[in-house]
């Protein structure tokens, strides 16, 4: 990863100054506005690795963050939501419109509803596609397969997800926030093949659980996710559905590791004939890993760009949700 040393020079007051203009950009702009929270984040770091194999290695890092939240009055609730931009270089940092953007998206999730519970086409986010995948990708560590926590043991070379699903784990992506020259153990940093058409390529595997699998080491655990992506933005996609629902957020909920078996909390808007019509939440979808990947039909074109994940908009078909 590369580093911004030049954080390191920026005087406390500019960055207070930042998140008072995120904050000022809404205060005292609606009256239903209970409270603002801004804040700026940076760090600079060294971390120097000395491992008993014989390898020494230093990695440098940055990071630089620009946030708002905001919380409102409803008629039925207090929705809350937040925006922020994020960096690995100060200069690359937008540091204006993230209270207004905050604010947003507070706003369209007023007086959400219940839905009718049934299976519906569900369009997720791509900041929230993380938090489908993340069990996904927990199943693929040396780690869970060693303890039996895995869906996935025993997979490799097999289809387990949707054809349109094709993830490499690429630790060379230029200010990528999961870039690295090599891996915890000092494992060498190359592209890997994790799904390519939806058939298993490689595990997450250190040389620890590597030795108790009798399984070649790969990673100890993954870079930057990046995704074939579809040729449909998020708008796109949501026109193309008849009858779903757009999930923008999840509240609470589980998977068991060693099943695949989830259910989680949701939060989004009912979308009919292409058109959002208004908000909904207290609602929850349940199946299992294995079969909900093969259930996505389609992939955006808009890959989430703050994180070492970089998920794209998914739409899956079929999703068990309960509401009403």
């Not at 020079?9 to 203009?21: E, F, G, H, W």
């Not at 999840?250 to 908000?279: H, M």
Request: one cysteine or more; hydrophobic letters at 35%; charged letters at 20%.
């Amino acid at each position: 990863m590369t580093m911004d040393a030049s954080i390191n020079s920026l005087d406390p007051k500019s960055k207070i100054d930042l998140a008072r203009q995120a904050e000022n950009e809404i205060f005292g702009t609606d009256e239903r506005i209970i409270s603002i929270t801004a804040s700026y984040d940076d760090t600079v770091s060294t971390d120097v690795f000395v491992t008993s194999n014989g390898f020494r290695g230093e990695s440098n890092g940055s990071f630089a963050g620009l946030s708002a939240s905001v919380s409102l009055k409803g008629e039925t609730g207090r929705p809350q939501d937040y925006w922020g931009e994020y960096c690995i270089h100060f200069n690359d940092l937008v540091k204006s419109g993230i209270g207004k953007k905050a604010l947003e998206r507070t706003i369209r999730k007023l007086d959400p509803r219940k839905i009718t519970s049934g299976k519906y086409q569900m369009i997720v986010d791509n900041m929230a596609v993380g938090n489908l995948l993340g069990p996904f990708i927990s199943a693929l560590y040396g780690s869970s397969m060693y303890q039996k926590n895995s869906f996935l043991i025993g997979k490799s070379n097999t289809k387990v997800a949707s054809e349109i699903l094709t993830i490499n784990d690429d630790p060379l992506v230029p200010k990528g926030f999961g870039s690295r020259h090599f891996d915890q153990e000092g494992i060498n940093a190359v592209k890997r093949e994790v799904l390519d058409n939806g058939v298993l390529k490689n595990y997450f595997i250190g040389t620890y659980y590597g030795r108790k699998l009798n399984l070649p080491p790969t990673t100890i655990g993954p870079s930057n996710l990046v995704f074939k992506l579809g040729d449909k933005d998020q708008a796109a996609l949501v026109k193309s559905i008849k009858k779903g629902v757009f999930v923008t957020g999840f509240n609470g909920g589980n998977c068991n590791g060693s099943t695949g078996d989830f259910s989680y909390g949701i939060e989004g808007f009912l979308v009919e004939n292409g058109e959002i019509k208004y908000p909904v939440n207290e609602m929850n979808i349940s199946g299992n890993m294995k079969e909900f990947w093969n259930t996505l039909i389609a992939i955006g074109n808009d890959p989430y760009k703050f994180g070492s994940f970089l998920t794209p908009t998914m739409l899956f078909d079929n999703t068990d949700f309960s509401g009403l």
